[in-house]
């Protein structure tokens, strides 16, 4: 399979703890997103990266949650100090930049999703 | 700011009739817009974008900016088309879209 993978798949932890999910894009995009995802709710930006640098942050991602992407292929998400709000689907995607000329929003592919379960 | 509202939370019709699934925006300026689809215990995918203006499986959608719209429509219903479908757009130029909440399409066959 050479779709976009998470891992883990799904996470159950008590609150306080710390969290961190790992996503590995499409091996040639260079854009990679994450967004969370509660119920009854579409997905919500997080945050997105082109290479290694991350170039837009939603307010969504407060202090406690950080990401990387160090060497521009994986990223990991980490969560810290865990609330109970925190509880939600987290998606990654990946996306390979357009060239000029064509539409300015890439074609983005989404892996199957962390689930997140926060007691 | 940028918002996407899909009015109705789960949409029932019968195989072969017509389906219509709602969305306008909020966005005063020239945004993308998408449909996007999510298939039992499958990913979420692209459908289609409006500046693409094709059909995919059956379904096409146009963008009407004089009434901030951009249905999904598709003559007849299969029921492989069962699945929850999100609206979404992009506005800044930027990679960030915004999804809308999503309504379920379920095909009675």
């Known amino acids: 399979d050479t779709g976009v993978s998470q891992n883990p798949r799904h996470k159950i932890t008590k609150r306080g703890q710390n969290v961190t999910f790992r996503c590995d894009p499409i091996s040639e995009h260079n854009r990679l997103y994450w967004y969370r995802q509660t119920l009854g709710q579409g997905p919500e930006f997080l945050t997105y990266f082109q290479n290694e640098a991350q170039l837009e942050k939603s307010r969504l991602l407060s202090d406690r949650f950080s990401a990387e992407r160090p060497k521009g292929s994986f990223s990991t998400l980490e969560i810290q100090r865990t609330e109970q709000g925190d509880s939600a689907m987290y998606l990654c995607?990946?996306?390979?930049?357009?060239?000029?000329?064509?539409?300015?929003?890439?074609?983005?592919?989404f892996g199957p999703g962390t689930r997140l379960t926060v007691l | 700011a940028q918002r996407v509202t899909q009015p109705e939370k789960l949409l029932s019709v019968f195989k072969g009739a017509p389906v219509e699934l709602k969305c306008n925006y909020s966005y005063s300026g020239s945004p993308e817009l998408f449909w996007y689809v999510q298939y039992s215990r499958q990913r979420l995918q692209l459908l289609l974008r409006?500046?693409s203006r094709e059909s995919i499986k059956g379904f096409t959608a146009d963008l009407n900016k004089g009434e901030t719209s951009f249905h999904l429509k598709k003559p007849f219903a299969q029921e492989e088309d069962s699945a929850m479908y999100y609206c979404?757009?992009?506005?800044?130029?930027?990679?960030?879209?915004?999804f809308g909440t999503g309504t379920k399409l379920q095909v009675i066959p």
């Open positions: 979404a757009l992009n506005s800044g130029g930027y990679q960030k879209v915004t």
């Open positions: 995607a990946s996306s390979r930049q357009l060239g000029g000329g064509g539409p300015v929003t890439d074609t983005q592919y």
């Open positions: 409006h500046i």
